[in-house]
């Protein structure tokens, strides 16, 4: 398979985990915006965020809580986001949430 999130997944492509469960996988992005950024991607192959059902998206959303009670944001606040198509600036065709924190956006 050709998507490089699926690549991470399968762990074929290094990546830094900060958090995992059994749908769901956080990691670090390579080319951050903010100090905190990290991607939250379903370990299951879903082309865009309209694609995810109710308990994929669930998962994600918990999973992001997590991700940024770690990462020291919780109180602070942080974004959470989604690119959804080409227009919005999406370049990988995975699901992905991105949770941007660590300074005033």
């Known amino acids: 398979m050709s998507c490089l999130f699926c690549r991470i997944v399968d762990g074929e492509i290094p990546a830094t985990i900060v958090h995992e469960t059994k749908t769901t ?4 992005d390579i080319h951050p915006k903010a100090p905190v950024h990290v991607l939250l991607i379903p370990r299951e192959h879903v082309p865009n965020a309209v694609d995810l059902n ?3 998206l ?3 959303f918990a999973a992001a809580k997590e991700v940024a009670e770690a990462e020291g944001v ?3 606040g942080y974004r959470l986001l989604f690119n959804t ?3 919005s600036g999406q370049e990988v065709f995975h699901a992905h949430l991105h949770v941007l924190g660590g300074r005033r956006l």
């Open 58 to 60: 669930g998962d994600l």
């Open 25 to 28: 996988l956080a990691f670090r």
């Open 74 to 76: 919780a109180e602070s």
């Open 85 to 87: 198509g080409p227009d």
């Open 54 to 56: 109710g308990d994929q």
